[in-house]
């Protein structure tokens, strides 16, 4: 049984660039989340797709999109790159009718240079 | 928002034991425990549900008071795979987003 992966694993981009990263959950999930990881600090909840739509949203700029495909994968867009964008970013996928555990990826090392 | 844990770290001999506590200035519906050692993912460690339950999971175990929004992480006679950092998690009742703490890094030595 396959758990979450994620790609790919490492990247290094340039201030301005985009950035597109992919998710797929766990077999048998319909829910996926995304995570912002910096250095030494705890997940920043980015946001949470179900059915294909967007249904929960952290603290993040426009700059970051997302979608979910009729699979449950999904992609995490981020646009015009800073900085203060790089980090690990992790997808993490559960069930919507759960109370609660989710199964996180290995993430997904962005450095921007 | 973001859930705030103390101490942020903890050193032990192996077969000491430890408490990790977790406290929100928001009502709380549930609280999870995570554990990430370095370079991997989080693991799961378990949930609780408002009600005060504890729960356990081989020598850890833990509490939530919802009354006091705060969960407290309990590692007895610890061993050296419980090495690594350990962030609670909390949502609420309008929102299943979950928000993770500040983490707590716990090293377990021979």
């Known amino acids: ?113 | 928002q973001q859930p705030v844990q103390s101490p942020q770290a903890v050193i032990l001999r192996e077969g000491e034991d430890a408490v990790i506590n977790c406290s929100s200035s928001k009502a709380l519906y549930s609280v999870h425990w995570y554990r990430q050692k370095h370079g991997e993912a989080p693991v799961f460690l378990m949930i609780l549900l408002k009600g005060g339950e504890q729960k356990g999971h081989e020598k850890i175990s833990a509490s939530f008071n919802e009354k006091k929004q705060q969960s407290s992480l309990y590692l007895t006679a610890s061993q050296l795979s419980y090495s690594g950092t350990y962030f609670c998690g909390t949502d609420g009742e309008d929102t299943d987003k979950l928000i993770f703490g500040t983490g707590t890094r716990l090293q377990v030595f021979p």
């Open chain 1, 1 to 113: 049984d396959a758990g979450v992966t994620q790609s790919p694993t490492h990247l290094i981009k340039t201030r301005g660039q985009q950035v597109t990263l992919r998710c797929s959950p766990k077999s048998g999930h319909d829910t996926v989340s995304w995570y912002q990881q910096a250095l030494g600090q705890g997940p920043q909840f980015i946001f949470q797709y179900y059915e294909e739509e967007e249904r929960q949203r952290g603290n993040f700029p426009d700059r970051f999109s997302g979608h979910q495909f009729p699979n449950y994968s999904s992609e995490l867009n981020v646009n015009a790159l800073l900085l203060g964008d790089s980090a690990l970013y992790l997808c993490a996928s559960s069930l919507a009718l759960n109370t609660g555990e989710l199964f996180f990826g290995e993430g997904s090392r962005l450095t921007v240079l």
